[in-house]
């Protein structure tokens, strides 16, 4: 309270008393269990041992073997060639004794003051702060504490030393004794524990808020399956059985089940129609002879869309539909990229639908956002008069893409015996909530970085 009145000085120090361990003790004695093995190497004609005849030569206890293969290779010491062990030059020439690591332990069998410790030690230190089970570590603190001009005057002013009070009881309330009592003052400026309230997660929080907009925007909430029949995922939206997007390294299979009950034989041919010729929609299809084995195929969804057309199979126009839900792609695990992710897919079909509707909405969907968005060309299988969103970050001063959109194919359609335009869009959530929380890693969305969560706000407001 003094310090922060400005009426004293007070420096804190915090000493770190450092020494061996019990274990470390037997490593001053016997040496790191890595050295224990450069001595017996060194020591040895042949150059190349076995791994488990130079662990059982060396002593070195099982929990150390995979630890102590480790020092040695980093050290660059050995290696390691068809599970034996080879001595290098470098392991060879080595001296033990001389060792960064041996001439610590032997200074750190006392306690010793971590600031006592030559600063040529530092790394060393550090390594072994790292490995458990080889130092003792206590900390101490001690405070200096000195007058500030402030504090001088006070005392040559003089003061009274008078007990002060700072919470009441109920007998000095009844019995007036309060109207006696000093009380002491309210800092407003102090130091108040910080509090991490209960929060949403920011993904979820993302996807709350999406669902919400197309709620307001009169759109239809659907759900479904993660895991789908090729069929739909696939076959149902136009997609050739020998697109790339169906191989092994784009796309989960599932083994059990394995094969997926189709709908009923008349949609199935139509789908077939229109793979194979184009059925009656004035396309010449894909020329190739549909497999229906290939279509029973189980996946795990890659994309949403699956839903809208299961939605349309059931639903006749006019319609406005919507789907949040978890997709599944074999995709590498980088800053941009993951196996398992949220997309939000949605539909809207009507007579008098045309592609600037399509484009009114997704403008609108993103103005909800706070984005500035525009459109650019693109191609999707089972679209056309297809593009991609691209939204403006202002903090990076580009454009990026966020989802892709069109009108369905006819291929699509005809099958569905849907006679009116349908509009079908999707987008990737976690891109948009990289972008909301301005991070450039995917996987921080996923890790437990509780020091991230915390400093997130409660709520986000929306950017203007």
Known sequence: ???????????????????????????????????????????KDVQEYSMSDIIKEADIDKKQTNIAIGWLM??????????????????INTSIEDLEESQLLKLLVNNTDSKDIPKEFNKTLNEFRKRKGILNIKTSQSFKISLKKLGEEILKEGFTIQKEATQLTHEQLKSGEWKKLHYRGYDVNAET???????????????????????????????????????????????????????MQDTFYVSNPNKAKLPEQKLVNHVKDAHETGANTGSDGWNYDWNMDIARQTVLRTHTTCLSVRHLANNKPPLKMFSVGRVFRRETINYKHLPEFHQVEGIVADEDLSFKNLLGILKEFYKKLGFKVRFRPAYFPYTYLSTECEIYVKEKKSWMELGGSGMFRPEVLEPLNIKTPVAAFGLGIERLAMMRYDINDIRMLYESDIGWLRDLPVTYNLKQ
């Open 74 to 91: 980093r050290k660059h010491w050995t290696k390691l060639n068809n599970k034996k062990i080879i001595i290098t030059d470098t392991g």
């Open 193 to 247: 524990p910080i509090n991490y309230p209960g929060k949403i997660h920011p993904l979820a929080y993302t996807i709350d808020e999406i669902r919400n907009i197309f709620l307001d925007m009169g759109f239809f909430e659907d759900r479904g399956n993660i895991v789908e029949s090729a069929f739909w995922n696939f076959d149902c939206l136009f997609q050739p059985q020998d697109h790339a997007a169906r191989e």
């Open 1 to 43: 309270m003094l310090q922060v009145k400005n009426i004293i000085n007070m420096d804190k120090t915090i000493h770190e008393s450092i020494s061996l361990s019990k274990e470390g003790l037997k490593y001053n004695d016997e040496g790191l269990p890595e050295h224990k093995i450069l001595k017996v190497l060194q020591n």
